[in-house]
């Protein structure tokens, strides 16, 4: 035998007894994590059920993101769906750590996901008007998310409770010394 093959070998003898060491390990681990969620009530699956659509969503970004001036992908399309799916699974992650009123007012960031999809899919064609529209559409759709963020936040479901009329008076206290100087 060759010294290659002995080599190969001994390396190959060498992963296969590491495995064999730390995969009792990695059993015991995983049990006691489980069996800890399980003794304390929690629910894995309910913290990382967002990951099915936002993951997806960015795997589908990924032929556009990849896509280059010479070698364009014919698989950029998928940028479309791919940003909705993003935005729809970062929704839902919000919504999972509580707080689901974010529906209210984040419907707005529809329009930007779709223009943001085929910028990205168009952006190796200057040329193309997108990139100028879709830049303004993308602008009114974010001020819309924040006003109406503003709006659902302070007012309707009042997240800050009865700090905000107190932020809105230091606002005003502010604007007032700063005008004076």
């Known amino acids: 035998m060759s010294d290659e093959t002995i080599m190969k070998v001994e390396v190959k003898e060498e992963l296969a007894r590491d495995i064999r060491t730390y995969a009792p390990w990695m059993l015991i681990g995983g049990g006691v994590i489980l069996?800890?969620?399980n003794l304390f009530h929690f629910s894995l699956m309910s913290l990382i059920w967002p990951l099915f659509i936002l993951l997806p969503?960015?795997?589908?970004l990924w032929p556009a993101y990849r896509s280059t001036a010479e070698d364009v992908s014919i698989w950029s399309w998928l940028a479309v769906p791919g940003s909705l799916l993003t935005l729809i699974g970062m929704l839902l992650v919000a919504t999972n750590f509580g707080h689901g009123e974010i529906w209210a007012y984040g419907?707005?960031?529809?329009?930007a996901a779709i223009v943001a999809g085929v910028m990205l899919m168009q952006r190796h064609?200057?040329?193309n008007g997108i990139?100028?529209?879709?830049?303004?559409i993308i602008r009114a759709s974010l001020i819309v998310f924040m006003a109406l963020g503003l709006v659902f936040e302070l007012l309707i479901f009042s997240s800050l409770g009865p700090w905000w009329p107190l932020l809105l008076v230091l606002w005003g206290v502010f604007i007032i010394?700063?005008?004076r100087s």
Request: proline fraction near 8%; glycine fraction near 8%; hydrophobic fraction near 50%.
């Open 177 to 179: 010394i700063r005008k």
């Open 107 to 111: 419907w707005t960031l529809f329009p």
């Open 125 to 127: 064609d200057p040329a």
């Open 131 to 136: 990139h100028v529209s879709g830049r303004k």
């Open 57 to 60: 969503g960015l795997a589908m």
């Open 35 to 37: 069996l800890a969620l």
